[in-house]
């Protein structure tokens, strides 16, 4: 199945086109977006003016064209800031109707705030946070305590508003003034209540032009934005770092170009004031957003998004099932608990096994280790760091051959610690254990005193091949340092076999 979802902001209008599998997930494979300002001048009349409208219903042409040319079904489009505060909401969207066929649904401050926290949250799983969404028009923020709702709120200020009110290219006066505006309008720390433990998460293409510009600065290796995290210092270096720049040298900036040089002062500043007033120390960066919310409930729930309004009930139901971690399979589990509760492999480890093991489940067949890699890194994981997913990564491939681990190790240096070489190594070891008893249909019983680890299989559904059990048990033996004992219990008597690591059946 296809669905497009079109974004009209007050800056941009967009089409997101995704291919949903039967399973409910998606992935975009088609983005356009185009820069119609449709915002402009409404911060002065209060209406949307001719070329702005003029600008829109071009866009939202080729779009609908596209749209019909590939055949999709299911379109859903929605408006946020501009058409919400214009006093002519009825007139345009009854002018758009007519000239595209495209039908708005207009969203409230809230509506675009629960939409916006569905996508985001449902891809980063952190269950206390605040999340804020930055466009064009307004600042959408919710905050959340074990994925409950208990505030939502909307502010004017988004970069392309602000930019407008106070010059674009700012004066240090008019800079100043913004400033003083921006800490004004936003909450207290107390007003929202938030706990010691809340993490700030946000997006927008604000954001993620300063967050891709860090990277350039820093030369980061890895080509990944989401989940990626920006402290408060490097945010408020850039921010006061672009606002000193002309519009000629923003330009030349990768990561801003001509289809953020508009916003891009205003908005870092935004970022940077609101970290400052609710003393976040660290933000993290989410891809994904409203027109992933929107899609995803949806696809869910249709009568919801047709016919309702999202409540804070339902965003957090949507959220709390897709922030569900799966739990290892009973064959692994029984193997890697006594890991755990000795002390020879950490939590950390054992989730980053368990998504590993879910991700190797749905990958293809590669033979390329490279492409293997980089299939295994573009996807973005709700629950793990950067450096966490580079370690899933490198422990898949690592099932595969170990020298090609050394080599990618090398390259990603720079994000990864020397000792995340070990937690590779126990991850692979115990994917490839864990791989054989789930296909065996076996359970392990562990004991363990200081290095010794004896290991009792018991016998499933399929015969477990003793050699390559004994393989594999070298491998634990080398990542855990640790000497390993098996035997493996079936229906006739004891038997032994020979190996380096003692096997008996």
């Known amino acids: 199945m296809k669905v497009s979802v079109v974004d009209l902001g007050f800056n941009s209008v967009k089409m997101v086109n995704y291919d949903v599998k039967k399973d409910g997930s998606y992935l975009a494979y088609q983005q356009e977006g185009v820069k119609v300002k449709l915002g402009e001048g409404l911060t002065k009349a209060g209406y949307l003016t001719g070329e702005p409208v003029g600008r829109t219903i071009e866009a939202l042409k080729l779009f609908r064209d596209v749209i019909s040319f590939d055949s999709i ?31 708005f649904k207009v969203l409230t401050g809230q509506e675009e705030a629960f939409y916006s926290y ?42 392309l508003r602000l ?3 106070y010059g674009g290219v700012f004066s240090k006066k008019a800079y100043d003034k913004m400033e003083e505006h921006v800490l004004d309008v936003l909450p207290e720390r107390k007003e929202l209540g938030m706990s010691v433990d809340t993490t700030l998460v946000g997006v927008g293409g604000t954001l993620r032009g300063i967050a891709r510009y860090e990277q350039e600065l820093s030369d980061y290796q890895l080509d990944k934005i989401h989940s990626y995290r920006l402290d408060f210092p490097s945010v408020s270096a850039i921010a006061k770092g672009l606002y000193r720049m002309d519009a000629d040298e923003l330009v030349e900036i990768k990561a801003v170009g001509s289809n953020r040089v508009d916003t891009i002062v205003a908005g870092s500043a935004v970022i940077s004031l609101l970290m400052q007033k609710l003393d976040f120390d ?15 409930v949806f696809l869910r729930d249709p009568k919801t998004f047709y016919n309702g309004s999202i409540s804070s009930e ?8 897709a922030c569900q971690v799966e739990p290892l399979s009973q064959y692994a589990f029984s193997f890697v608990r006594p890991l755990v509760s000795s002390g ?27 492409n293997l890699f980089h299939l295994i890194i573009d996807e973005d994981n709700a629950f793990l760091t950067h450096r966490e997913q580079l370690i ?13 681990v050394d080599w990618l190790f090398s390259r990603y240096r720079s994000i990864l610690e020397p000792q995340n070489m070990r937690s590779i190594e126990k991850i692979s070891a115990c994917i490839m254990l864990s791989t054989i008893l789930e296909r065996s249909k076996a359970v392990t019983r562990l004991s363990i005193s200081g290095k010794k680890v004896a290991i009792r299989i018991l016998q499933g559904r399929q015969p477990v091949p003793a050699m390559v059990v004994a393989d594999a048990l070298k491998n634990v033996e080398r990542a855990f340092n640790v000497t390993v004992s098996c035997q493996v219990n079936s229906n006739g008597p004891p038997k032994r076999q020979p190996a380096s690591v003692r096997v008996i059946v």
């Open 73 to 103: 079904r299911h379109v859903l489009p929605v408006a946020t800031s501009a058409v919400r505060d214009a006093v002519n909401k009825n007139e345009f969207l009854k002018l758009v109707q007519g000239q595209t066929g495209f039908q």
């Open 118 to 159: 569905v996508g985001a949250l449902e891809s980063t799983c952190i269950p206390t946070s605040l999340f804020f969404d930055l466009g064009g028009g307004s600042l959408e923020m919710v905050y959340t305590e074990n994925y409950s709702i208990k505030k939502v709120k909307s502010y004017p200020l988004g970069a």
């Open 163 to 165: 930019s407008q009110k």
């Open 282 to 296: 660290k933000v993290v960066v989410s891809a994904r957003g409203l027109r992933e919310g929107i899609l995803s």
């Open 314 to 321: 339902r965003a957090k139901a949507y959220v709390t099932f």
């Open 344 to 370: 020879l492999m950490r939590e950390k480890e054992r989730v980053i096994l368990s998504h590993a093991l879910k991700q190797m489940a749905d990958l293809p067949t590669v033979t390329n280790l490279s």
């Open 392 to 404: 899933l990564a490198l422990a898949i491939v690592h099932t595969k051959k170990a020298k090609t």
